[in-house]
């Protein structure tokens, strides 16, 4: 899963991309869509990377562990160093990581909050006991890195250390306000068994929980068809389980959808086979190509930062034909009549939305009216294990759409409000915007 920070995003990279690396950094970088680096692999890093490579490709069971994994500079769209995992749990409990950066991104704190983001993730992990690293003596620069990371010395040879942090044995609760658009290690999205509670409220069409009702989704429908041509190359953004791009690919329309639910781009690819469906971040990996219309529905454009929402519109702006439309919704200024700051609980003695098995969830709703977003952050604690989760939503007036819209390029901007009655969703007070190029 990809990992994101303030300031960077963490990418496994896939087997082909792995080998696309070994063959060269600038055609990894071309296939991300990534700025090039110019950077080379030196012949130690280069045979370091083969038998890390080989080693995946021998436990593609455990791939998830072993893949290499880039750091890439958000502000920068470049990969500025790169990390892996040298064990999975099939070999020990305790696993290693390894990283390096570029030497004009040093001391910077880059590395340190890479590092901080991939130990959390890997201590969060079942089965997990410690996350272990080894650093040369001299190498002062790792030794500190750890150390911020929360590392400790627990062992050491004749050239060089091992530092260890070891998974916590007291509740690991999160009470305090997550820094802005902060992405934690666990997403809902992804989450094998979240994902498979999520596809089941996709698919209640008396509810707006995940894709709306029947009755708002055949308006959308009719609203998205009457804005773009007959037979349309269309990019459905966030696809789900295809509810949307099978309704539009049965009026002629030519769809290719893309979500990284798992579970949900199965359950589409075995309904339609005449739609296009891919597994994947649209925001990391932007299936590129020349659409007449792109469509993102359920707000998702306010769920990412401001620096992923440009990055974002950049691509569909340059992946739409002349005269293309980008047709999305998002909430406005409304929403904060009918969303307020709040904690609550919820015990669940036999399982629910969240888990299979008994748990407590504690969810907290942060308001941020200066940046005009909102963060619903939960603990879920199951025996020992405590898994954080924070979804965020941003909100926009209509004359901050449209500067956003236009600063890519946008031209023509129509802003229908109130196109849906009050409906359960998170709000009803949202904007839907057709945008031409």
């Known amino acids: 899963m990809i990992i994101e920070t303030t300031r960077l995003r963490i990418v ?27 950077e ?53 409990k ?19 909050e890479a590092v901080k983001a991939l130990c959390e993730w890997a201590i969060n992990q079942p089965d997990v006991e410690s996350v272990i690293a080894e650093t040369d003596r001299e190498n002062y620069a ?5 150390q911020k990371c929360g590392m400790t010395k627990f062992k050491e040879s004749d050239i060089g250390f091992w530092w260890k942090l070891e998974k916590a044995g007291k509740m690991n609760i999160i009470k305090t306000r997550p820094e802005l658009f902060r992405k934690t290690i666990c997403s809902i999205w992804t989450d094998p068994y979240i994902q498979e509670n999520l596809l089941k409220a996709h698919l209640d069409f008396s509810s707006d ?14 609203f998205i068809n009457k804005h773009i041509a007959k037979e349309s190359q269309l990019l459905d953004l966030g696809c789900g389980p295809g509810i949307y791009a099978e309704l539009l690919s049965e009026k002629g329309h030519l769809v290719t959808g893309v979500d990284f639910n798992k579970k949900s781009i199965e359950y589409a690819t075995q309904q339609n086979t005449s739609v296009k469906y891919i597994e994947g971040d649209y925001i990391s990996n932007f299936p590129h190509g020349e659409y007449d219309a792109i469509i993102m529905i359920y707000c998702d454009m306010g769920t990412h ?7 974002l519109l950049k691509n569909c702006y340059s992946s739409l034909k002349a005269g293309g439309k980008l047709i999305f919704d998002v909430f406005n200024e409304d929403i904060v009549n009918d969303k307020h700051e709040s904690s609550d609980w919820e015990y669940s003695p036999d399982g629910g ?15 941020y009216p200066e940046n005009q977003a909102y963060s619903y952050q939960y603990n879920l604690l199951q025996g020992k294990d405590t898994k954080h989760f924070t979804i965020w939503d941003r909100y926009y007036t209509q004359n901050e759409i449209i500067n956003v819209l236009e600063a890519v390029g946008f031209k023509n901007v129509i802003i229908q409000n109130k196109l849906l009655s009050t409906n359960d969703f998170t ?11």
Request: aromatic share 10%; with cysteine.
């Open 40 to 92: 080379c692999l030196d012949e130690h890093t280069q045979q370091a990377m083969k038998r890390q490579y080989q080693k995946a490709l021998n436990n593609l069971e455990n791939y998830h562990w072993l893949a290499n994994r880039q750091i890439i500079l958000k502000s920068e769209n470049k990969a500025i160093g790169c990390a892996n995992f040298k064990n999975s749990l099939l070999e020990n």
């Open 94 to 112: 305790d696993i290693e990581i390894g990283y390096g950066i570029n030497p004009d991104y040093e001391n910077q704190g880059y590395m340190t």
């Open 12 to 38: 496994p990279l896939t087997v082909e991309q792995f080998a696309l690396l070994l063959c060269g950094v600038d055609k990894m970088e071309f296939e991300l869509g990534l700025s090039p680096s110019n």
């Open 427 to 437: 709000s009803s007070n949202e904007m839907f915007i057709v945008a031409e190029k």
């Open 209 to 222: 929980a995940a894709s709306r009702n029947k009755e708002s989704i055949e308006i959308i429908i009719d």
């Open 142 to 146: 790792s030794q500190r890195v750890l």
């Open 353 to 367: 939305f969240w888990a299979e098995d008994e748990y407590l969830l504690l969810s907290q709703t942060f308001h």
């Open 305 to 311: 930062s401001d620096n992923n929402c440009d990055l």
